[in-house]
């Protein structure tokens, strides 16, 4: 009797662990992730030269939905511009490779920001899915990636 209480306690323990290993570099189901970005453009074809800095944040809600919004300001052409918009995200899937599937559900633009519509063209893509990919590197911390390079380092809470 006892022998067969310790195969199962043992086996219990086991499953426990294997459990926790699997889950520990799981996306905390809340992330909120922050960069500084420091814009330096000079389009030869359109004569625009844009300069400035752009406070980007990325939160992650759910395994469904997050939100990506800017502020800052922009120098175009020698006028300052102020940017002040959030883009709400849908996460519709994950590719084999651990992208996320990303489409980009609306914008709103606040109050405040003045940025003409013709230099937002030239800043955003006009794509409507994107893919992202979360990286666990280590304890709390986390990365946020594109296609093409690491877009920011996040700490959960």
């Known amino acids: 009797m006892s022998a067969k209480i310790i195969f199962i306690s043992l086996v219990t323990a086991l499953a426990v662990i294997f459990f926790f290993m699997l889950n520990r570099t799981t996306i905390p189901s809340a992330l ?3 960069a500084k970005n420091h814009l330096s453009l000079n389009t030869q074809k359109d004569g625009v030269n844009i300069e400035g800095e752009v406070l980007l944040v990325f939160r992650i809600s759910s395994a469904r939905e997050g939100v990506f919004s800017q502020v800052g300001v922009l120098d175009v052409n020698g006028q300052n511009y102020s940017v002040n918009r959030s883009t709400t995200l849908k996460f519709t899937g994950q590719d084999s490779d651990g992208y996320l599937r990303t489409q980009r559900v609306s914008v709103v633009k606040n109050d405040n920001d ?18 992202y990919k979360i990286m666990h ?3 709390n911390v986390y990365g946020v990636r594109d296609l093409r390079r690491t877009l920011m380092v996040c ?3």
């Open 137 to 139: 590197i280590s304890d």
């Open 32 to 34: 909120v992730c922050t």
């Open 155 to 157: 700490r959960a809470k």
């Open 114 to 131: 003045d940025l003409p519509d013709a230099i937002t063209d030239l800043l955003m893509s006009k794509q409507k899915v994107f893919y």
